[in-house]
């Protein structure tokens, strides 16, 4: 009873945070810290921020990048291929040409060799930074362009060049193969009806819709039951959680 009544109360790790998914950088927000950081001379920042963007990378996955993933001998490569850490499945990124000739700079000043990481750590006991330190490091940036901390996070590097691609495109299915994801097959319960059906996912109206629940299609019986619909564009859209906030972000 004692012990019991001496037990400290934990607080929640998120009392008093704004939690959820983050918002994607506005282009407008992408060229000012890229001026920025060029002005300053902040190579090693412009480096990180512009392969943050291009690749669409996890944050475990973009700090524990090595010089050989994105260099051809001693030049940087137009596309490269890494293997993710959390699907352990490889996925393609273009690298552009602003990005490659900051990553080219950061290579060059720091005499890196094609086994080291790209962005080592300052610690004796880190070859490369940390997803913290990545974290901090993105928080100075969204405090630089006067936003919010609260509505964003690493995941929003990730998202920003997904988000401005559907845009233009339109398509889910594109967005998900550039980010690597290892399901495609899921979609929402909510069967859209057929008008909705015909446009895709740009007539989908996210501010009359309730919570999206999703689950994976499953056997046939299933399929015909009509409580999964697999196909595109008799069938529901699919999409994942990911893929319907850049649709979500993108129709803002």
């Not at 475990?60 to 890494?82: E, P, S, W, Y």
């Not at 319960?189 to 109206?205: F, I, N």
Request: net charge positive; hydrophobic share 35%; charged share 25%.
């Amino acid at each position: 009873m004692g012990t019991a009544g001496n037990a400290t109360i934990r607080e929640p790790w998120n009392k008093g945070k704004v939690v959820g998914q983050k918002a994607p950088f506005k282009p407008k927000d992408i060229w000012a810290l890229r001026v920025r950081l060029q002005m300053e001379g902040r190579v090693r920042e412009l480096a990180l921020f512009n392969l943050g963007i291009d690749s669409k990378l996890r944050g475990c996955d973009l700090v524990a990048l090595k010089a050989r993933d994105v260099c051809h001998g001693d030049q940087v490569a137009t596309r490269a291929i890494v293997m993710q850490h959390k699907t352990q499945r490889p996925v393609q990124f273009e690298i552009t040409a602003a990005t490659r000739e900051a990553v080219q700079t950061w290579i060059k000043q720091e005499g890196l060799k094609q086994e080291d990481f790209l962005f080592p750590s300052r610690l004796h006991e880190s070859p490369h930074i940390g997803t913290r330190q990545y974290a901090r490091i993105l928080g100075h940036w969204v405090d630089e362009l006067g936003l919010d901390r609260a509505e964003y996070g690493t995941h929003s590097m990730r998202r920003t060049k997904a988000t401005l691609i559907y845009r233009r495109t339109k398509n889910l299915r594109a967005v998900q193969l550039l980010l690597g994801h290892s399901k495609l097959d899921y979609l929402p319960c909510r069967t859209m009806s057929r008008g909705t059906r015909d446009h895709h996912w740009p007539a989908l109206r996210f501010a009359g819709h309730r919570r999206l629940h999703y689950k994976p299609l499953r056997n046939a019986s299933s399929r015909s039951s009509g409580r999964y619909r697999p196909g595109l564009p008799s069938g529901g859209v699919v999409l994942s959680r990911i893929a319907c906030f850049i649709a979500k972000s993108a129709s803002r």
